[in-house]
């Protein structure tokens, strides 16, 4: 067993007795010294699901940490009410603390391991210059065989990029992020919910996160009136904006996909009426998809800077910059796809989304994956007895 911090004893978990997990880092240690000021107060139960999740335990292993920094959403409620916080001697600040270790988390769990490290890198850059990169390449490409400003094409994009290319390179890369991200959900869910000996009711309580999800329930603060941003007043924009963000995703997803079924399936191909399904999904979603990340954008330049974790700006920077060249990109396609611009229109748009693809398993996209596992563990954990037995939920 090893800890950076010699006075840290290894704390073992007492839901997990069978486990031996040691402290490994300063910012787990740090979580563990706040949860048990926490633990003795007890004043933020009502606020989110990481308290009633952290009276279940006594100790805290580092699964145990890790589980609890990725089932905290950053509110900052918890820091406004606390009287423990700076100027105070104990200088609680759960929202930062939590935030530390939740980057840990990401970088620890990447699959491949070796990328982990990208999470550290500055992921504004990173974003920017992928995207940059490959919006190029295809410009180039299409410069050099001369169809970069071929005429009007009426939307048909395949004349530019062969379906059967297009569907090749991004099948591929498809493919990857499934396994990529699979592997680091799979890996942080095997630490942080080891076998248990008590029967769960996994069906139930997959109902229940999935609801917690879909609504992102815990964004209303647990009193209705959201979250805390610049001040102690609560606000329930990072909700609707986290909305905004999360359906525009899905609903790009679901135009990708219909608009598959109709090649495919019902032979039907691109370019389609701007009145099609696939169009009307894909529009939906790009506004959904600007509105949602301008507002994130907004929310974070106004945050009360000890709020999260300042050096992970950069990481949240570069996504939110990534989620909206997709949707500025896609938009000024679908506007300009009867121009003779369309081509280059294509290629930055194209290029915009395979960085976003690329980048998807080493971005602030796994977030949305580690909380949705978390929510997960807290609902088949609510329906297990609590051993404890010091406090309600
Ligand atoms: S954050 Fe502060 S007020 Fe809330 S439970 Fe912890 S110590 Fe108590
Ligand atoms: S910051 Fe919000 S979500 Fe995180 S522990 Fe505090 S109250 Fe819960």
Partial sequence: MQS????????????????????????TVEVDRQLHICNACRYCEGFCAVF??????????????HYLANLCHNCGACLHACQYAEPHEFAVNIPQAMAKVRRDTYAEYTWPPALGQLYRRNGLTLA??????????????LAIKGTLFPGPLAGNFYAI???????LMFGVVFA?????????????WREVSPPSEEPIQMGAAALEASEAVLRLKYLDGGHGEGCNEESDRFTLWRRYFHHCTFYGFLLCFAATSVATLYHFILKLEAPYPLTSLPVLLGTAGGLGLL?????????????????????????????????????LSGLALLAGRDTGSMALLLALHLGAVMAFFLTMPYS?????????AALLKFASERRQPDRVRMGGE
């Fill in 4 to 27: 950076l911090n010699p006075e840290v004893q290894v704390p073992i978990s007492a839901n997990c007795a069978h486990q031996s997990i040691p402290v490994l880092n300063i910012a």
């Fill in 52 to 65: 009633p999740a952290m009276t279940r335990r006594l100790e805290f292993n580092q699964a145990d940490i």
């Fill in 128 to 141: 920017l210059a992928t995207a940059a990169g490959l919006g190029f390449f295809l410009v180039l490409v």
């Fill in 161 to 167: 990029f062969p379906h059967d290319l297009l569907a």
């Fill in 176 to 188: 990857f992020v499934v396994l990529a991200l699979g592997m680091a959900v799979w890996r942080f």
């Fill in 291 to 327: 509105v949602g990340p301008t507002g994130l954008l907004w929310l974070h330049w106004r945050r009360h800077p000890k709020h999260g974790d300042s050096d992970q700006r950069p990481m949240d920077y570069g996504f939110i910059a990534l989620l909206l060249l997709v949707s």
């Fill in 364 to 372: 602030k996209f796994i977030h949305g994956f580690f909380r949705s």
